[in-house]
């Protein structure tokens, strides 16, 4: 009689097992690396150049912000005062 083709319990933790253990092989080998921790401080490199542009544009908007508020203020006062002397 054939074995069924259908894996056991006991087979599929096997492989479950084996396959954790194998990924846990190749993150290690990565880890000790260097040229992926070369890679990985570019990257943070990179991230840290980002989000300085990012806060540098918001605070760029919210300047631009405050000013366009103050220079619509200077024309309504302007606009109230010819109101008021017509």
Do not use: C
Not at 9 to 38: F, I, M, T, Y
Not at 49 to 77: G, Y
């Amino acid at each position: 009689m054939a074995k069924s083709a259908v894996p056991s319990l006991a087979d599929r933790l096997r492989a479950s097992q084996a396959a954790k253990q194998a990924q846990l092989q190749r993150a290690q080998a990565a880890a000790a690396n260097p040229e992926v921790a070369k890679r990985r401080e570019a990257r943070q490199a990179l991230v840290a150049v980002r989000n300085l542009r990012i806060a540098q544009r918001k605070v760029e908007d919210q300047a631009r912000e405050e000013r366009e508020a103050a220079e619509q203020a200077a024309v309504d006062r302007s606009a109230h005062l010819t109101h008021e002397l017509y």
